[in-house]
């Protein structure tokens, strides 16, 4: 099984707008669950301080093989949600292990 763990940085928003985008990036990040099929386990997170200088969202997500890892990077819904991530972020780090 491969753990795929990608941390984000926003770009600055103000506060209230800063909490749209998570919530919205986290909705379009969760949503993934049910338009990937091999996805195994997906979870997100916000950094409980939203002005932060870390990151300020962490996706977890389970698949099965580094094949399915790149069925899920090519994936059209998840290339949608790229699009949004690329508009919001300035930052991301990622890092994919077997566990």
Request: zero cysteines.
């Given at each position: 099984m491969i753990n795929h763990?990608?941390?984000?940085?926003?770009?600055?928003?103000?506060?209230?707008?800063?909490?749209?985008?998570?919530?919205?990036?986290k909705a379009?990040?969760?949503g993934l669950k049910d338009k990937v099929e091999v996805l195994?386990?997906?979870e997100v997170n916000e950094n409980y301080e939203l002005d932060?200088?870390?990151?300020?969202?962490?996706?977890?997500?389970?698949v099965e093989t580094l094949d399915d890892l790149e069925t899920y990077r090519v994936h059209p819904e998840h290339q949608k949600?790229?699009?949004?991530i690329k508009?919001?972020?300035?930052?991301?780090a990622a890092v994919d292990y077997n566990f």
């Open positions: 763990v990608v941390l984000f940085k926003l770009k600055e928003f103000q506060q209230e707008e800063k909490q749209q985008v998570i919530s919205k990036l379009m990040l969760l195994k386990h997906i932060a200088k870390s990151f300020d969202i962490a996706l977890f997500s389970h949600v790229l699009d949004y508009e919001v972020t300035v930052a991301r």
